[in-house]
């Protein structure tokens, strides 16, 4: 939608949007798959999980019970930080980020104090096996569906002596890989696409950095949660970010 005489301005795409640069894990939902995408917003780094679960997406039936959380520099570094040191542990690991902010209700009103908006879990399982969720703090009673790091579906790793690969052993290698590749495109796209938000000006259009993911969060439920240890969780493939996929078939 355009305003005025200003036209509608293009968003630059980037290979965060590609098909393969996002991870896929079993929905809530029988025979359905949920995804988690990166992705840049204006220089904002951004997680966007589709729970893909018809329940989950009754109230926004588009969106495929969407759950977007904005990270910030220090938030993105103490997600990169949490998985090193999920990867360098001997035994189960479990570290939580609670984003808490101002929520907004129509013309300049907001909630009186900090509410609970997302919260950004990063686990290594007691097999070895490393798994990410991001959960809708505000809903506790929405899908909480944990991701590991793994390769597109299908595929097989294994030694050099032709022995397959255990899920845990895939889920480090590609956690590192993770760390190694796709953390400098990330950050190298956020600092080239950075846009500087204005002071929010009375009566108009405006920045500031509030309400980060909170317009469009919803809640959470499913395995996982994030107690000390975990439980085990379902192994997960790496695959498409596009929303313009068919929900029941993996990447």
Do not use: C
Request: no cysteine; charged share 20%; proline share 6%.
């Amino acid at each position: 939608m355009a305003y005025g005489n200003q036209p509608q301005q293009q968003r630059e795409y980037n290979i965060l949007d590609a098909r393969y640069s996002s991870m896929s894990a079993p929905s809530t939902q029988d025979g359905k798959w949920a995804s988690w995408k990166w992705g840049i917003n204006k220089g904002e780094i951004t997680i966007t999980v589709f729970t893909n679960d018809e329940k989950d997406s009754s109230t926004f039936p588009n969106e495929k019970g969407r759950i977007a959380a904005k990270l910030s520099p220090r938030q993105f570094g103490w997600f990169t930080a949490a998985l090193k040191t999920a990867l360098a542990a001997t035994g189960p690991y479990d570290a939580a980020y609670t984003h808490d902010d101002y929520k907004f209700f129509g013309q300049g009103k907001r909630s009186d104090t900090r509410l609970p908006i997302w919260t950004l879990l990063v686990r290594r399982l007691e097999d070895g096996k490393i798994v990410v969720m991001l959960m809708d703090a505000s809903k506790p009673d929405r899908p909480r569906i944990p991701f590991s790091f793994a390769p597109p579906l299908g595929a097989k790793l294994k030694t050099s002596g032709g022995v397959e690969m255990s899920e845990a052993q895939v889920s480090q290698l590609f956690a590192q890989g993770f760390l190694d590749t796709t953390v400098p495109m990330i950050t190298e796209l956020a600092i080239r696409m950075y846009e500087h938000r204005m002071p929010k000006q009375q009566g108009g259009q405006g920045g500031g950095y509030n309400n980060q993911g909170g317009g469009y969060n919803r809640g959470n439920q499913n395995q996982g949660g994030y107690q000390q240890g975990g439980g085990n969780a379902p192994a997960s493939a790496q695959g498409g970010g596009s929303t313009d996929y068919d929900s029941d078939i993996p990447f």
